[in-house]
């Protein structure tokens, strides 16, 4: 089969691999279950893709992103639920209704009051939702915060529900208070250790607190918590990178350096990075 722009060609090779007599033993026996790690992966990929810049392998990655798509759809098909088209549908009526200003007669708004508009939009979306769920929100027994999903990386999980809770003033309305907020939980941990032991889990809840509070603090100052830490984690890899290549050309195993040898090394690394910059 030749490669195509077609997304029907696509489409006919997820059926094709699904194919219980004659399709591929693996996609055969996946589940929706069990392929949400992969489409979760994907996803960060393509995020990878755009943090290095690298417009080839975004294509690549948006067709894996795709593919997870196609996947799930054509599962939902065998199972008679929906398919491929219905999904471009959803979000096809989605796009539209949410942007009455475009594709309505809810022209030439103003920034603040198309925001509005969005949000006055999907919060009509969510008790439509709630009543077809039998009505959960709509009697109370599902609170705001209910649909903030589980499966989000913790940070991004956290920014979402302070977001949520900041729409009806449960909030500081300024980054010094959550500053000492920081401060409180920094020393509630310190008095969790005084008091047990690293393992505690009175330690491990109030790791979690400060996490919590510090993800509060990049929301306040309009930092995305991931992608911070995110670049964070690219800058402790890159001087570690750097330890060990000097460690190597001279000969040393890491493992034979001291703790202030490396990190008179980690501050060479930062040394260069800095002149680099300027």
Not at 32 to 59: K, N
Not at 60 to 67: F, K, N, Q, T
């Amino acid at each position: 089969m030749t490669p195509s722009r077609d997304i029907d060609t696509l489409l006919s090779i997820m059926a094709r691999l699904r194919d219980p007599e004659t399709g591929c033993p693996w996609d055969v026996k996946q589940s929706f279950e069990t392929i949400v790690p992969y489409t979760i992966e994907e996803a960060y990929e393509v995020a990878d893709a755009v943090e290095r810049g690298d417009i080839e392998d975004l294509r690549d990655e948006l067709g894996d992103l795709l593919l997870q798509v196609v996947f799930h759809a054509r599962m939902a098909e065998e199972a008679e639920a929906f398919d491929f088209g219905g999904v471009v549908e959803a979000i096809t009526e989605k796009l539209v209704r949410r942007h009455p200003h475009v594709f309505g007669d809810a022209r030439d708004l103003p920034p603040e009051r198309v925001k509005a508009l969005w949000d006055e939009i999907k919060a009509e979306e969510k008790r439509l939702k709630a009543e077809r769920h039998g009505g959960e929100i709509a009697d109370g027994s599902k609170g705001r915060l209910d649909d903030v999903p589980l499966a989000l990386p913790a940070l991004t999980r956290a920014e979402k529900l302070q977001k949520k809770a900041a729409k009806v003033g449960f909030d500081w309305g300024e980054p010094g208070p959550v500053i000492a907020k920081i401060r409180e939980e920094i020393g509630e941990l310190e008095a969790a250790l005084e008091a047990g032991t690293p393992q505690d889990p009175a330690v491990a809840e109030e790791v979690g607190d400060l996490l919590f509070a510090v993800a509060n603090l990049a929301r306040h100052l309009d930092v995305d918590p991931e992608d911070a830490l995110r670049g964070t984690n690219e800058k402790f890899r890159r001087r570690f990178g750097h330890i060990e290549t000097e460690l190597a050309a001279a000969g040393r195993p890491m493992e034979g350096a001291s703790l202030e040898e490396m990190e008179a090394l980690w501050q060479a690394a930062k040394a260069i990075e800095r002149t680099a910059s300027d």
